[in-house]
């Protein structure tokens, strides 16, 4: 059974940093390009980051480019997103998705960042 | 980007009766090699989002047959045949022909 367990998610400040992880299970992950995308309170959801499974090919949003970065441990089947000087905007369920837009598409449960003073 | 336009962004439906929401995009959403990354995606209120269709019309693992997509180029909409209780969602197109990856704004379907 695939899944995708996202962690690391809590309150910050604006200005400081998160690491979030995404656990995966139940497929070969190297095989896989993985996603982040985020949904910030009451409102839709929005792209922020690809990263192919080789890790040789990374996407950004223009919203978090230079500050986010997407990262991959083949061997650890584990998914990251490193976000630095975040912004109240920022806050937001962080979701991991695997081929969002194809048959093998699936999605985790999601991890809530706040970032607040 | 491509923008992807959803109508309408509420919908009230008798339990039975059908539904049908629009979404349509900014550019076309062919890619080179033939194929049209859209895809209909379906979150319940709590839940995350769940992936209903791909690829136009190809409905994933599990989803009802009563939910349908078509469409083609910018244009593209996704039929519910019956409406049931458990469809209550916010339902979401999203294209992933290029980078980066946008969705419409999301159509609220509501219980008459």
């Known amino acids: 059974e695939v899944q995708l367990v996202e962690s690391g998610g809590g309150l910050a400040q604006p200005g400081g940093s998160l690491r979030l992880s995404c656990a995966a299970s139940g497929f070969t992950f190297s095989n896989y390009g993985m996603n982040w995308v985020r949904q910030a309170p009451a409102k839709g959801l929005e792209w922020v980051s690809y990263i192919s499974g080789n890790t040789r090919t990374l996407y950004y949003a223009e919203s978090v480019k230079g500050r986010f970065t997407i990262s991959r441990d083949n061997a650890k089947n584990s998914l990251y997103l490193q976000m630095n000087s975040l912004r109240d905007e920022d806050t937001a369920v962080y979701y991991c998705?695997?081929?969002?837009?194809?048959?093998?598409?699936?999605w985790g449960q999601g991890t809530l960042v706040t970032v607040s003073s | 980007d491509i923008v992807l336009t959803q109508t309408p962004l509420s919908s009230p439906v008798t339990l039975g009766q059908p539904a049908s929401i629009s979404c349509r995009s900014s550019q076309s959403l062919v890619k080179s090699d033939g194929n049209t990354l859209l895809s209909w995606l379906q979150q319940r209120p709590g839940q995350p989002p769940r992936l209903l269709i791909y690829q136009i019309s190809n409905r994933f693992s599990g989803v009802p047959d009563r939910f349908s997509g078509s469409g083609a180029g910018t244009d593209f909409t996704l039929k519910i045949s019956r409406v049931e209780a458990e469809d209550v969602a916010v339902y979401y197109c999203?294209?992933?022909?290029?980078?980066?990856?946008?969705f419409g704004q999301g159509t609220k379907l509501e219980i008459k």
């Open positions: 998705a695997r081929r969002p837009y194809s048959s093998e598409g699936y």
């Open positions: 999203m294209q992933a022909t290029q980078f980066p990856y946008t």
